[in-house]
C-alpha cells in the first residue's frame, strides 16, 4: 500500500517554473515505477512523465519534453517534477500515481496508486 501526497502547485506566470514533489508513504516506495499526470478542465486524464524505480529510466510526453524534468529520491520517499518555461496550456491538475513494476509506462490505467492532486495555474 503506497499514499501520495502531492504539493508545490500554485499560480505561476507564462515562462515561470514551479516545481512539484508527491512524498509517498510506505517502505517500498523504491519498488514502484512512478508518474505525473494532469487534467485540465474538460479534458481527459493526459501523461505527463513518468520514472522508472532506479530513475535510470524517464519517458515525457511530446508537450512537455525539453521543459519537464522529472526526478525522485528514494531516500526521501519524494518524486519531483520540475517544470519550466510554462505555457498557458499547462494549466491542469496534476496527479502523481506510482505502479508495482520497474519501469512507467503512459497510460493511466496502469497505475495503482493516485494522489489527490495539486493545482498549477497560469496567471498571465
Known amino acids: 500500500q503506497v499514499q501520495l501526497v502531492e504539493s508545490g502547485g500554485g499560480l505561476v506566470q507564462a515562462g515561470g517554473s514551479l516545481r512539484l514533489s508527491c512524498a509517498a508513504s510506505?517502505?517500498?516506495?523504491?519498488?514502484?515505477?512512478m508518474g505525473w499526470f494532469r487534467q485540465a478542465p474538460g479534458k481527459e486524464r493526459e501523461f505527463v512523465a513518468g520514472i522508472s524505480w532506479t530513475g535510470s529510466i524517464t519517458r515525457y510526453a511530446d508537450s512537455v519534453k525539453g521543459r519537464f524534468t522529472i526526478s525522485r529520491d528514494n531516500a526521501k520517499n519524494t518524486e519531483y517534477l520540475q517544470m519550466t518555461s510554462l505555457k498557458p496550456e499547462d494549466t491542469a491538475v496534476y496527479y502523481c500515481?506510482?505502479?508495482?513494476?520497474?519501469?512507467?509506462?503512459?497510460?493511466?490505467?496502469?497505475?495503482?496508486?493516485w494522489g489527490q492532486g495539486t493545482q498549477v495555474t497560469d496567471s498571465s
Open positions: 500515481a506510482a505502479r508495482p513494476f520497474t519501469g512507467p509506462t503512459t497510460t493511466s490505467r496502469d497505475y495503482e496508486y
Open positions: 510506505g517502505r517500498t516506495f523504491s519498488t514502484y515505477a
